[in-house]
């Protein structure tokens, strides 16, 4: 085992980890080491990434339903309509009309859609937990999982985000970069569906909301700076250089400038 994967240098190059939490995964795990050397090499090389970009625990819940099949960009501007009009409240947004709040989602896509998921999810609020976030929020991440999955338009991805993000619990997020990018280190086959992909890091990496959250954002990072569906920019890839990565080694994307795709 290198050294870099030894606790004491955990502790010294790079802070959030702790020994602690290093030492909670199980004992002479493999993976387990592995996936926390994928972290620190994406860590030290892209720095914190300081999600989820939102004010507080509500805001998120409302991004992670609008970030759903659109970028962020369009979200934000969404979410600036709700702010400017004071709306990033339970009992604000609960008081507007389906119809116009549809309106102001414009901007995230699927509008009507997402406004009628935004409204479902605040009757649910004020139905079972007479409006309290916090309420909803404090429950064990196993149960607030599973309500949230039992909501309409609220799917595991936006769930895990909400647990992950708006709880600060650990439920590992994961989405399309995560399931490419693994596919490619080859942790992970081909068309791996989601909740095996979560099980996968669940078991795997220490229970830790801190972990979590970043290791999810840095592979976000990763995903579209470097493990670009289209031409992956493997010869500046922090994994590449650490000889993390099957398909770099494999010669995968090997023809500079190609077009390659990998098949997932
Ligand atoms: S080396 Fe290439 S294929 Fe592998 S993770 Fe990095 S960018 Fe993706």
């Not at 980890?17 to 994406?42: C, E």
């Not at 600036?80 to 309106?103: D, F, H, I, W």
């Not at 896509?109 to 916090?134: D, M, P, S």
């Not at 399931?179 to 996968?200: K, M, N, V, W």
Request: glycine share 8%; aromatic share 10%.
């Amino acid at each position: 085992m290198r050294s870099e994967l030894e606790p004491k240098a955990f502790e010294d190059t790079w802070g959030r980890l702790t020994v602690d939490q290093f030492k909670q995964s199980p004992p002479g795990s493999t993976l387990t080491s592995l996936l926390l050397s994928i972290y620190k090499h994406l860590y030290d090389h892209f720095g914190p990434q300081h999600w989820w970009p939102a004010e507080t625990p509500f805001e998120v819940i409302v991004g992670a339903i609008l970030t759903q099949n659109v970028s962020w960009r369009n979200v934000e501007r969404a979410l600036a309509n709700l702010k400017e009009r004071g709306l990033l409240t339970p009992e604000s947004l609960a008081q507007v009309p389906e119809e116009e709040l549809g309106e102001l989602l414009r901007p995230a896509g699927y509008f009507r859609g997402k406004a009628r998921k935004i409204k479902a999810f605040l009757a649910h609020l004020f139905t079972q937990h007479q409006g309290q976030l916090e309420r909803l929020l404090n429950q064990p991440a196993d149960q607030l999982r599973e309500e949230l999955l039992g909501l309409w338009g609220i799917g595991p991805e936006t769930a895990d985000s909400i647990v992950l993000y708006a709880a600060g619990q650990p439920s590992f997020v994961v989405d399309a970069y995560t399931l490419r990018i693994f596919s490619r280190l080859g942790l992970l086959p081909a068309g791996t569906r989601y909740q095996e992909a979560r099980d996968f890091f669940q078991k795997h990496l220490p229970p830790d909301g801190t972990l979590f959250n970043e290791y999810h954002a840095l592979l976000v990072a990763l995903g579209k700076d470097y493990c670009r569906k289209r031409r992956p920019r493997c010869n500046d890839c922090p994994l590449q250089r650490a000889g993390h990565c099957r398909a770099a080694q494999e010669g995968l994307f090997a023809t500079a400038g190609s077009a390659l795709v990998h098949p997932d």
